[in-house]
Structures are given as structure tokens and as C-alpha cells.
């Protein structure tokens, strides 16, 4: 099946520093991203929706200012929480969309904010 | 949001017993994916269906894609050790672009 990298795989960083995750699509265009967050013990909750070269589509609830999402080219989209605090600490996944319609996933990047 | 009903939300099986778990929605969906979840990773595609009736076997797994489009089930054939997870079903309803998750299943294999 076709992968989907993330990096970093995990991070520690003091409140009010700013993190940026990479999901790249390795061997496969991705015209759309998603970007996930998972609480323990609970289903992937979805942030984000991102297109190459347009602006994301964000859900109800999320912050545009503090999530910021970049589709830049067709394998590498990023995602930077701005200003972290504690409550952002969470496990991030972002998925990636064949042409096919399949989405698979990245192994996901642990947040703790300290 | 929308989210698709999945069950049982948790399994505890003997080693070699077959496993049967299946999602259902008040919508149509276009596609069901199921996916696996090992703790601290991704989830992990096992298989995907495109078409109504359609049934897809993956190794010792197979799911199939409802008639009526808003239901699939996952079996699980011979479970082993390595099957412990989580498995969550995820559906495209018509029209969106987005997918839709199940709560997840929480499988537990007794030795």
C-alpha cells in the first residue's frame, strides 16, 4: 500500500513555543491531506482538510490562527500549532488521499506541551 | 459530527476464534475503509471497498460492503496474537469528501 511519513514522530516543547509536523505522501501524489487529532482511548477526531495550493477547510471548533496548515506541493503538507499550551499536548495523524479515494495514514507525531 | 455506529466497542476472544465486527450509518456511503490501530501508531489500512455488495478478502480478513450502502462487517479468521487492537471502520458518505469513523473496536486475545 502506499505510505505516508510523518515527522517528528514525537515532541516536547515548553508553553508558547510553536510546532510545525510534516506529512509527506511517499510514493503518491496527494491532491488532499487530512489532519487528524486522537485523545486517548477515543476515535481520530478530523481538524482539517488540506488541498494543494488552497487554503484548508477547517472544522467547526477549530482555530485557523492556532492549527496553520500548508499544502505547498502534492506530497508534503504541514501543520503548526502556534502558541502551544498543555491542553494542545494530543497524538496528531494526518492522512493522505490516493486518486483512487483510499486514505492512508501517517504513524502519527505525540505532542506534549510542557 | 456525523459518526458511524460500530460495534462491539470491545472484544475478548480465545486465541484461534474467529471475530466478526460490522458498522452501520443512516446514510449512503460511497466507500468503507477498516483500518487497525496498534497503541502510539497510525492507523493501518486493511481494506478498502469501493462498491455495494462488493466483498474483499485480505489474508485471514474479509469485509464486505452492504447492499443497502450504509453497512459493512469485518471478520477476522483464526485470530492470533498479533491481531490485538484497535479497528476502526471508516465510510465516505455520498457526496462528501471527508471520511467518517466508527468508535472503534478494542480487540483483546487471550492465550
Known amino acids: 500500500g502506499a505510505v505516508v511519513s510523518q515527522h517528528p514522530s514525537w515532541v516536547i516543547c515548553k508553553s508558547g513555543t510553536s510546532v510545525k509536523i510534516e506529512c509527506r505522501s511517499l510514493?503518491?501524489?496527494?491532491?488532499?491531506m487530512f489532519w487528524y487529532r486522537q485523545f486517548p482511548k477515543q476515535s481520530l477526531m478530523l481538524m482539517a482538510t488540506?488541498?494543494?495550493?488552497?487554503?484548508?477547510?477547517?472544522e467547526q471548533g477549530v482555530e485557523k490562527d492556532k492549527f496553520l496548515i500548508n499544502h505547498a506541493s502534492l506530497t508534503l503538507s504541514t501543520l503548526t500549532v502556534t502558541s502551544a499550551h498543555p491542553e494542545d499536548s494530543s497524538f496528531y495523524i494526518c492522512?493522505?488521499?490516493?486518486?483512487?479515494?483510499?486514505?492512508?495514514f501517517g504513524p502519527g507525531t505525540r505532542l506534549l506541551v510542557l | 459530527g456525523q459518526q458511524l455506529n460500530q460495534s462491539p466497542q470491545s472484544m475478548f476472544i480465545q486465541e484461534g476464534e474467529d471475530v466478526s465486527m460490522n458498522c452501520t450509518s443512516s446514510?449512503?456511503?460511497?466507500?468503507w475503509l477498516w483500518y487497525k490501530q496498534d497503541p502510539g501508531e497510525g492507523p493501518v489500512l486493511l481494506i478498502a471497498?469501493?462498491?455495494?455488495?462488493e466483498l474483499t478478502s485480505n489474508g485471514r480478513l474479509t469485509a464486505q460492503f452492504g447492499i443497502t450502502r450504509k453497512d459493512s462487517f469485518l471478520n477476522i479468521s483464526a485470530s492470533i496474537p498479533s491481531d490485538v487492537g484497535i479497528y476502526f471502520c471508516?465510510?465516505?458518505?455520498?457526496?462528501?469528501?471527508?471520511?467518517?469513523f466508527g468508535q472503534g473496536t478494542r480487540l483483546t486475545i487471550n492465550p
Open positions: 492522512s493522505a488521499r490516493t486518486v483512487q479515494e483510499t486514505q492512508y
Open positions: 510514493d503518491f501524489q496527494a491532491t488532499t
Open positions: 488540506s488541498n494543494e495550493g488552497s487554503k484548508a477547510t477547517y
Open positions: 446514510s449512503i456511503f460511497n466507500t
Open positions: 471497498l469501493y462498491k455495494a455488495g
Open positions: 471508516a465510510g465516505r458518505p455520498e457526496g462528501a469528501q471527508k471520511l467518517v
